[in-house]
């Protein structure tokens, strides 16, 4: 008796089947993409909000290494998964991620950033490029988190103790200077300066860290536990960095808005981007690529 197979449409086919895990890794890393940038251009304002130039400025302003870590995400995203088919969680993992991308808060990002890159992390199914860019989604969480208003308050707090330092600093150089709160007083130049949290030196540790972590996977080093004294070092670095420009900006009236509206802003920027660049570049020197045992590796 000869086998006859039946048509294809009298078969069921499941949806997990259906779907593949590369392309749902990423859709995922795609809708998570799409709410981050349309939160940055967003907080640029209503009256900014249809311009092309605002919104470039909108992204530019949020830092270049943001820029270089979607970047690095997408360039791995097609490499998150072998082939194959998506499992239900997988796929409901998304869809999770896409519901709560859709709320117009950047701390809703954060969120879904810390589900989609904590997943990615510890999904058997998921390759190396996978796991770095679920390390890549758990700093970009991070830096959304500590760069957000709820966190004003332990900047304001850092911000005294910059107040303090910055005294201090000025009365090495001569200058009679005090502090109360985060008000560092020039009393020889008879001006002030308020350390905000956005001027604290805490504010850019965040964007430091992921800052680190980028410039290692674009060197192709797996992130390992000896990296930590170089991370320690770049915060080090941010942190000098930051009260040189305090100092600079409590110095006069003048001084403050060279540094502050003019062209000293460029000269800061570059230099927190050279600090940001050399340390993991230093980090990379002393570690080699050959012979570092996995159990060093903190992803592999």
Known sequence: MPIT??????????????????????????????????NIVRGTGPAELPGVD??????????????????????????????????????????????????????AAGVAFVILGGSLLWDRRALAAGRQVGLVLLALAFETVWTSRFLAQPHLLAGQGDAKITAFLLGLLHTEAASHANIVDNLSANFSISVWPYCASSFPLAGVGLAFLVMLLYLDQAPRRRHLVWLGMSFIGSFLLTEVRLVLLATSQASYFWWHNG??????????????????????????????PPGDRLVA
Do not use: C, H, Q
Not at 265 to 291: C, D, K, N, Q, R
């Open 5 to 38: 197979k039946k048509p294809a449409a009298d078969f069921p086919m499941r949806g997990a089947d259906a779907i593949g895990i590369r392309e749902v890794g990423f859709w995922s890393v795609l809708i998570v993409a799409i709410a981050f940038w349309a």
């Open 54 to 107: 605002s919104m470039a400025a909108g992204v530019l302003e949020n830092g270049a290494f943001d820029v270089f870590a979607w970047i690095l995400v997408f360039a791995r995203a097609a490499r998150m998964f072998e082939a194959g088919p998506a499992s239900w969680r997988r796929i409901s993992a998304t869809f999770l991620v896409g519901v709560i991308a859709l709320a117009p808060v950047r701390l």
């Open 263 to 292: 062209p000293g802003v460029s000269i800061y920027a570059v230099a927190a981007l050279a600090l940001a660049v050399v340390f993991p570049i230093l980090a990379t020197w002393e570690t080699g690529t050959a012979g570092t």
